[in-house]
């Protein structure tokens, strides 16, 4: 049981209908002075320190609930971050240099950089060693108060190393104690020999990676990189078909370079689309009337250096769900911390700390299918808690790239923070 707590951020009090728009984003449900009780991976009971002090169940129960005294402190639902791309071998060191001289995202990528330039090395890992990286990058998150995290593959490009990503990914979720939803990105960029037949590697995309996925359960969505210098619609739109006819659902990289009308791809009722840093007015309505999560990655134009981010004002201002993610890869966004993108949404794209923590919790439970689950600190859902040393939740956007988070729960675990994790 936790107690004690200055602020509970529950998140309780929506609908729950749809994923948040408008004033549900900014509705946190706080208790103060909270309690929360788990069992059993669950949540069981939310409320004052002083009602569950009395509750009869607890009093008969006492020595076996262990406490947590959470005085002076804020506890939120773990972060869910519904887009990150661990599963690849070494940092691009390389085209930081090349970036930070001058050259722009794309003119990397031509310059062999980019994302082909983490294929070799995944082509070449053994299994134990990818999903060895990916853990890592896990329980980074972790130690920053995420407790699920949505995991792709997508530096293998070939259907062997697809498919080995997301074997590491599976051995890597086995091994971690939150919860990893995994995604097939096996049209994340035209590999190499590929390159003068595009149309075969889409193909194989859709005749051979999803299908195994597929079969072999190791994915449950699959997301296409559709703009300038990736995938067109018409490719996307038959990735997506691809997709549904083997039983998995959508979601896609979308206008993070250049405009693709959304329309088309929204027919597929996608969980999320995510950037789209370039919508005109037309999208922005669709988005508003869909129950697509319009997920921002802050980190990436931040890393880029592109002084410009996604226009969430405009979106949440006209209706539009949105979540945030960390988008955490090895060219344009290295960072595993949510609090960190939080702290960006706020500063840099005028969101308030209460409309962030929504956008980083059930949002991004959303636009993984988890609402049920995750995302909200309420009776009957997982126990993944995360515990921040702050006095006020507007805390965690503004201590800016200070982890203050001292210990999680995940999935009923607790997990306390001191020179890493220690199980309790
Ligand atoms: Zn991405």
């Known amino acids: ?74 506890v939120l639902p773990g972060f869910v971050d519904s887009h990150a791309h661990p599963a690849f071998i070494s940092p691009r060191l390389v085209d930081f240099e090349k970036r930070i001289a001058g050259a722009s995202y794309e003119q990397v990528a031509e310059a062999g950089g980019g994302i082909r ?75 190499l020999e590929f390159q003068d037949k595009p149309q075969d590697y889409v193909e194989l995309v859709c005749e051979e ?17 559709c703009d300038r210098g990736a995938f067109s619609e018409e490719d996307s739109l038959r990735v997506f078909e691809a997709a549904r006819s083997n039983g998995l659902a959508v979601r896609a990289h979308i206008s993070q370079l250049a405009r693709t009308p959304l329309q088309n791809l929204l027919s597929f009722s996608p969980a999320s689309l995510d950037h789209i840093d370039y919508v005109d007015d037309a999208d922005v309505s669709l988005l508003a009337r869909s129950d697509t999560v319009a997920t921002l990655v802050p980190g990436v134009n931040h890393f880029l250096g592109l002084g410009k981010y996604p226009p969430a004002r405009k979106l949440i201002n006209a209706g539009v ?25 706020c500063t840099q794209m005028r969101m308030s700390p209460s409309e962030a923590i ?28 995360a515990i921040f040393n ?4 507007r805390e965690i956007a503004y201590w800016m790239g200070t982890n203050a988070c001292e210990a999680v729960m995940a999935n009923g675990t607790l997990f306390r923070n001191r020179r890493g994790f220690e199980r309790n």
């Open 117 to 191: 330039s983490s294929v070799d090395g995944v082509r070449r890992a053994e299994k134990t060693q990818l999903a060895q990286k990916v853990l890592f990058a896990l329980d980074a998150m972790l130690a920053q108060g995420t407790t699920t995290a949505e995991t792709k593959s997508g530096y293998g490009l070939s259907l062997d190393s697809e498919l080995k990503s997301l074997e590491a990914i599976h051995t890597a979720a086995c091994n971690w104690p939150g919860t990893v939803i995994p995604t097939l990105l096996g049209a994340h960029a035209v590999p």
């Open 358 to 385: 929504v956008a980083a919790t059930i949002n991004g439970a959303w636009a993984l299918q988890l609402q049920k689950s995750k995302g909200s600190i309420e009776p009957g859902k997982d126990a993944d808690v």
């Open 209 to 225: 990676m999803i299908p195994q996925a597929a079969k072999r359960n190791l994915a449950k969505f699959v997301d296409v990189f």
């Open 321 to 345: 769900a949105v979540a945030l993610a960390t988008d955490f890869n090895p060219g344009s966004s290295p960072t595993t911390s949510m609090p960190f993108v939080v702290s960006l949404a």
């Open 390 to 393: 702050v006095n006020d939740y």
């Open 1 to 74: 049981m936790l107690f004690n707590i200055r602020q509970l951020l529950t998140l309780r009090g929506a609908d729950g209908s749809g994923p948040r728009r408008g004033r549900e984003l900014t509705e946190l449900g706080i208790v103060e002075d909270g309690a929360v009780l788990c069992a059993g991976g669950k949540i069981v009971a939310i409320g004052k320190t002083k009602d569950a002090l009395r509750d009869g169940w607890v009093r008969k129960n006492k020595r076996e609930i262990a406490e947590v005294d959470c005085s002076g402190k804020v």
